[in-house]
T-cell receptor
Framework: DAGITQSPRHKVTETGTPVTLRCHQT?????MYWYRQDPGHGLRLIHY???????DKGEVSDGYSVSRSKTEDFLLTLESATSSQTSVYFC?????????????FGPGTRLLVL | DAKTTQPNSMESNEEEPVHLPCNHS???????IHWYRQLPSQGPEYVIH???SNVNNRMASLAIAEDRKSSTLILHRATLRDAAVYYC?????????????FGKGTKLSVKP
């Protein structure tokens, strides 16, 4: 199994509170992704990173920011959590963006914003 | 991105083979065919991918039609642990962003 961990695994927070989710990999993969999964929408890309300090927006990036200061860590921050950000968040890693490479996912973080 | 079409659900008996179909009639010559699955309450899991030739690994086999407009994921002996949602996804060989675009997938149920 690919070495990907996410923390915390579960979190309950209140509206307006900042929240940071962490993704940690031991595979030295260059690409890292944050997705959210909601009923009826499948997985949607929030942000991704193609190297240290190199990040870009995905389909549903509003309200989220990311940082990557080390190859192994990719942080997702909700600056001021809203109830619409209640979701399951998955981190993924890949050796590259091309069709020849697979993506490997973490176990997910369940976030509930009250 | 080219679109894929999969049945919403399928049923199988334990220890029997399962053939999960995927149609991708608008596939381009540079699209790889990827399969992922998601077990209940877990993250998606990579299964297999291929371009033109059939592919085998420890989890499954991928059979690709000669015209590449369809493919079939084959689980040789289904187990209860194979009950999951299976996603067929196309990825361009020259992709720059590289994110996966998930459809609704096929929910596979395995009966003992």
């Amino acid at each position: 199994d690919a070495g990907i961990t996410q923390s915390p695994r579960h979190k309950v927070t209140e509206t307006g509170t900042p929240v940071t989710l962490r993704c940690h990999q031991t595979e030295n993969h260059r690409y890292m992704y944050w997705y959210r999964q909601d009923p009826g929408h499948g997985l949607r890309l929030i942000h991704y990173s193609y190297g240290v300090k190199d990040t870009d927006k995905g389909e549903v990036s509003d309200g989220y920011s990311v940082s990557r200061s080390k190859t192994e860590d990719f942080l997702l921050t909700l600056e001021s959590a809203t109830s619409s950000q209640t979701s399951v968040y998955f981190c993924a890693i890949s050796g590259g963006p091309r069709g020849t490479t697979a993506q490997y996912f973490g176990p997910g973080t369940r976030l509930l914003v009250l | 991105d080219a679109k894929t079409t999969q049945p919403n659900s399928m049923e199988s008996n334990e220890e029997e083979p399962v053939h999960l179909p995927c149609n991708h009639s608008t596939i381009s010559g540079t699209d790889y065919i990827h399969w992922y699955r998601q077990l209940p309450s877990q993250g998606p899991e990579y299964v297999i991918h291929g371009l033109t030739s059939n592919v085998n690994n420890r989890m499954a086999s991928l059979a690709i039609a000669e015209d590449r407009k369809s493919s079939t994921l084959i689980l040789h002996r289904a187990t209860l642990r194979d009950a999951a949602v299976y996603y067929c996804i196309l990825r361009d060989v020259g992709g720059s962003q590289g994110n996966l675009i998930f459809g609704k997938g096929t929910k596979l149920s395995v009966k003992p």
